[in-house]
């Protein structure tokens, strides 16, 4: 059954999801609420992506858009999910920032972060932004 809190739509991003999963080297998935930053949906071993800090030390400052820790659901979700929730959701409206400010008529569309152990893809949607995060593959 498809997550209420999904809405409109949730059957096509319920079948991305299940595609994703089944990728090679995907460890997480991650779906955030694009007005409040809340976490819709996760899978995978979310948890081990990141090591609890203190949310509130651990953040930068917020820009636009700011992540307010009410804003995580938090019935089911770890403090490490929630940190990268919030690390996520400032990222995103850094970048959006950047975006608006080189081009008021241009719009964000796709964040690749590429580490040594894995890659965050973010795809920011009207509605959503989904982070699917995987291993790095050895070069």
Do not use: C
């Not at 739509?9 to 955030?32: N, W, Y």
């Not at 609420?33 to 979310?46: E, F, H, M, Y």
């Not at 964000?108 to 509605?127: A, M």
């Amino acid at each position: 059954m498809a997550d209420p809190g999904l809405g409109a739509g949730s059957d096509a991003l319920e079948e991305t999801l299940g595609r994703l999963s089944k990728k090679p080297g995907v460890k997480a998935t991650i779906v955030l609420d694009r007005a409040s930053g809340a976490i819709l949906k996760t899978s995978g071993q979310v948890g081990s992506i990141r090591k609890p800090k203190s949310l509130g030390s651990s953040l930068p400052a917020p820009t636009t858009g700011s992540f307010s820790e009410s804003a995580v659901s938090t019935s089911g979700q770890d403090q490490s999910t929630e940190e990268l929730a919030a690390l996520v959701w400032n990222f995103v409206g850094t970048a959006s920032s950047l975006v608006q400010e080189l081009d008021t008529e241009d719009e964000l569309k796709l964040l690749r972060l590429r580490t040594k152990k894995q890659e965050l893809v973010i795809v920011p949607d009207s509605k959503y932004l989904l982070i699917v995060v995987h291993d790095t593959p050895l070069a």
